[in-house]
């Protein structure tokens, strides 16, 4: 079975010539809710702006069998839904219908299909009747989420978060991970909070040096000690031995 | 300055309205001539920071406190157009949300503000393109919009034209030093962090 | 946030909050060139007053609230009249006529405003076929109004935390070193802005002036 997303042997190196990413190799097949974790620098929001066909580097990604390039890049951006760490940089209409409207309306899609999509994705994401409000006046949690509705009006095929629980007080994070949950959608989780993706994930990658270095169940991965720390990263407080709780 | 509805007469207001429109009218084509989609976000953010600039207050005499364009500053980054269309915008806003100057004056102002500010600063400027010269090409040009803006009250019968100098200029002259000051610094800390802000394509 | 964008009494319902916005920003216009041109005698004024009055109460936005606000254009006011002694005989004359035009004006722009929402006037801006750049733009100002007031506050939340007031030249430096990084920290967001507009199919729909 073609897989939904494949990266092979993919290189980037930023304008000033540091690698970021550096043989880069995994696949992840349709309904799968991956993580991606890894220390700062290791690569993982190059391999998401790549995938998003905001960045082109050598080797290949393929997005449902078709490889990504310079020219057919756009075709993608309907397919791969990504969704910032700060929705102030993804929320910029004045309100929230506009913002969650903005995709569909640039797929050329007519105001009735618009407004389906508009009312499908705030149903989701469950803030419907947020349609006229401005983003200045919602919360942090509110935010996270009307920046997801952005995303999945265009319904897109994998949705992917770079460090969703960032900034979230823990009751606006318990329903960002209720909602991920609820979503029946391939979803791609990248950041620091290993008890997210321990909770939503039930495969998770590690990163580090723009390459996979680990590739397996979240659990088993992130418990290995050795393998964490190798990689500037460390086993989650709830899976901790009592002996090891004092770390 | 910006001056409020009921300061000028009808023919001033109309006279001033062609000018600035003619000039909007030109930086929006030169605009276009070479636009490129990154421009949108870029002018609305610059735009945005603009505006939030010009609400600060600089104490300067007494209670009194200045507050500056930031239209030269502009016309260095991102061009003399660019910033005026930004200026002109600002204006508007300003006089819709704060009453700070009038709707049928918005000619007037632009021109005092913004193509004196945005053209006229730039073309000063760029004597000598360093940001001495876009310090004192903002002091200039904020004084050149004083003079025309005394002459525009003049003209209205509000004030005779002496009297309107004399005031309209030391007024700006005083927000002019602010501005000139500000101008240089800001350019200063850009330069240190990062410069590369200083090579944008400018229209 | 504490900054209402102007937005204070825009949501309130009455027939002026509901008037059709061509008709109403018509009506506006008409009246503030009416106060630019008609000569003020007393029955004019008079007459304003009392019709603008009139229509903030329909309108439900309390009379202290706008009074606040037309304060704004007393500084220029007093401008100009510590001037008079300058001028000759028709000096009184001249500051009545500019006095009552900018408050009746004033006046007439803050009865328009409080009962628009400024997306809505920024809509009908667009549905009336300004440039989409103007639009876009003017909506991005709105936008990051709030974003980079929140950005500047912590800035000098910040300075304030590390150093103790001195002079006015330090408060100077200081001020302009918060804009610097301001700008660079707006330039910043512009293209990360810029990154999730392409997402969302942006650029795709080719130029868009």
């Known amino acids: 079975m073609t897989a939904l997303i494949e990266f092979e042997h993919y290189r980037y190196r930023y304008p000033d010539g540091t690698p970021a990413l550096n043989d880069l190799s995994f696949r992840i097949q349709k309904g799968e809710q991956v993580g991606i974790v890894g220390p700062n620098g290791a690569g993982k929001t190059t391999a998401l702006l790549a995938l998003s066909g905001l960045l082109f580097g050598e080797g290949a990604i393929r997005i449902e069998g078709e490889t990504l390039e310079r020219r057919n890049g756009k075709h993608f951006r309907q397919s791969v839904g990504l969704v910032f760490q700060n929705p102030d940089d993804q929320l910029f209409m004045p309100t929230v219908y506009e913002d969650v409207a903005f995709g569909p309306q640039n797929l050329g899609w007519d105001k009735g299909r618009v407004d389906e999509a508009v009312k499908a994705a705030l149903q989701a994401v469950e803030l419907e009747g947020y349609q006229e409000k401005s983003s200045h006046h919602l919360s942090s949690g509110e935010k996270k989420r009307v920046a997801i509705a952005t995303v999945l009006s265009m319904q897109p095929r994998v949705l992917i978060l770079d460090e969703p629980s960032t900034n979230l007080d823990p009751h606006a994070r318990r329903q960002l991970i209720n909602l991920i949950e609820s979503m029946d959608i391939t979803t791609i989780i990248a950041g620091h909070d290993l008890e997210l993706i321990l909770e939503l994930c039930d495969r998770a990658l ?42 | 300055m910006h001056i409020p509805d009921g300061f000028l007469d009808t023919r001033t207001i109309l006279t001033t309205s062609a000018i600035s429109a003619g000039a909007l009218y030109v930086a929006v084509r030169k605009i276009n001539q070479h636009f490129s989609p990154y421009k949108v976000p870029l002018m609305g953010v610059l735009a945005s920071f603009a505006f939030v600039a010009q609400l600060l207050a600089f104490p300067v005499v007494g209670g009194t406190s200045a507050h500056i364009t930031g239209a030269v500053l502009l016309a260095v980054i991102l061009g003399p157009y660019t910033s005026l269309v930004i200026i002109a915008l600002i204006l508007v806003l300003q006089a819709l949300l704060f009453q700070h100057g009038g709707i049928l004056t918005l000619g007037a102002n632009v021109l005092n503000l913004g193509v004196m500010g945005s053209l006229l600063g730039y073309l000063i400027y760029r004597i000598k393109r360093n940001f001495l010269m876009a310090g004192v ?40 030093v602010v501005e000139g000051f500000v101008t240089f610094s800001v350019l200063a800390v850009i330069q240190s962090v990062r410069p590369d802000l200083l090579s944008l394509e400018k229209i | 946030m504490r900054h209402s964008f102007l937005d204070k009494y825009s949501d309130l319902d009455s027939p002026l909050h509901r008037m059709d916005l061509r008709l109403k920003l018509g009506a506006f216009l008409a009246l503030l060139i009416v106060f630019a041109a008609v000569p003020m005698y007393w029955e004019v004024v008079v007459a304003a007053l009392i019709l603008l009055t009139g229509l903030f109460l329909l309108a439900g936005i309390p009379l202290q609230y706008v009074a606040r606000r037309a304060l704004v254009i007393l500084p220029f006011l007093l401008f100009i009249i510590v001037f008079i002694p300058l001028f000759q005989e028709q000096t009184w004359l001249v500051a009545w006529h500019t006095f009552a035009r900018a408050v009746c004006s004033v006046l007439t722009l803050i009865l328009f405003v409080s009962t628009t929402r400024f997306v809505v006037l920024l809509q009908m801006l667009d549905e009336l076929g300004m440039p989409r750049m103007i639009v876009q733009v003017l909506s991005f100002i709105y936008r990051f109004f709030f974003v980079l007031i929140g950005e500047l506050e912590r800035m000098e939340l910040a300075s304030r935390a590390r150093a103790p007031r001195r002079g006015k030249m330090y408060y100077y430096k200081a001020l302009s070193r918060m804009l610097g990084m301001l700008i660079i920290r707006s330039y910043e967001r512009s293209e990360r802005v810029y990154q999730a507009m392409q997402l969302r199919g942006y650029d795709s729909e080719g130029t868009d002036a």
């Open chain 2, 137 to 176: 090409a903002s002091f200039l040009a904020l004084v050149a919009g004083g003079v025309c803006g005394a002459a525009e009250l003049a003209i209205s019968g509000r004030l005779p034209f002496h009297a309107a100098v004399i005031s309209m200029t030391s007024a700006q002259a005083i927000t002019g």
């Open chain 1, 206 to 247: 590690i990163m580090a040096g723009g390459r996979a270095v680990g590739d397996g169940s979240p659990r088993s991965l992130f418990r290995d000690r050795f393998l964490m720390e190798k990689h500037l990263l460390e086993v989650p407080y709830s899976l901790r031995s009592r002996t090891e709780q004092a770390y």
